[in-house]
């Protein structure tokens, strides 16, 4: 059964370590960089304005929704799907939806006024990235 929650510090290691498969299995050519992922994740856990909406099949990690909130340039509140992730074993499940689902009621819960997202996965010629 998949369960959702948002990151706790203890969870830091777990996306890491999705982290390093993100950035391995992306064909954009990208090294890895541990120690600044590490300080990168830690702060974002403990930041007020972003967090990971994460997925656990059980004690595995099974996808992160990376997400964050500005103002930017507006008197608006505005959100932001920094990364999304779902390791490959869970694509074509509902773990995707899930966590959409669960990046949207954190979106809500902070009276963002639009979502945006990006894309840089740049992984393989599969087709289905979720």
Known sequence: ??????????????????????????????????????????????????????????????????????RDYTQETLGYVIKFYVMPEHRGTPVSRALMNAAMEWFEARDCRFVFATSTAGVGTSGQLY
Do not use: K, P, Q
């Not at 890895?32 to 990971?52: C, E, K, L, Q, V």
């Open 1 to 70: 059964m998949i369960s959702i929650r948002t990151a706790e510090a203890d969870d830091a290691a777990a996306i890491l370590s999705l982290a390093e498969a993100f950035i391995h299995e992306s064909d954009w050519g990208l090294s890895f960089d541990r120690n600044h992922a590490w300080g990168r994740i830690w702060s974002h856990i403990h930041d007020d304005t972003t967090d990971y909406v994460t997925a656990w099949d059980g004690s595995l990690l099974a996808g992160v929704c990376h997400v964050g909130t500005d």
